[in-house]
Nanobody
Framework: QLQLVESGGGLVQAGGSLRLSCAAS????????MGWYRQAPGKQRELVAT???????NYADSVKGRFTISRANAKNTVYLQMNSLKPEDTAVYYC???????????WGQGTQVTVSS
């Protein structure tokens, strides 16, 4: 099993910054990709950013140039640095991991990010 624990959400004014963290434990050696998704009220969950085990990066168009995903392998942690936040970034942010061998996705419990105008 793989466990994901997020932290770092909160309330921030538009234009501000937050950093989310996701600590992984369990079968971390099998993880092929990690990242972040978000879900706003009344909307579907959407991809924010992902990073593969080989270092490949992928961002949603809406966050390119503002958000940066990174990882600290020694800490089994993935980060999402969010700058120039906008009210439309308000959502519950979920950490995500994918293990190809299991053909399975894993999710954290979610952390709320609220951006006030």
């Amino acid at each position: 099993q793989l466990q994901l624990v997020e932290s770092g959400g909160g309330l921030v004014q538009a234009g501000g910054s937050l950093r989310l963290s996701c600590a992984a434990s369990g079968i971390i050696f099998s993880v092929n990709a990690m990242g972040w998704y978000r879900q706003a009220p009344g909307k579907q969950r959407e991809l924010v950013a992902t990073i593969t085990s080989g270092g490949g990066l992928n961002y949603a168009d809406s966050v390119k140039g503002r958000f940066t995903i990174s990882r600290a392998n020694a800490k089994n942690t993935v980060y999402l640095q969010m700058n120039s936040l906008k009210p439309e970034d308000t959502a519950v942010y979920y950490c995500y991991a994918y293990i190809l061998a299991n053909v399975r996705s894993y999710w954290g419990q979610g952390t709320q990010v609220t951006v006030s105008s």
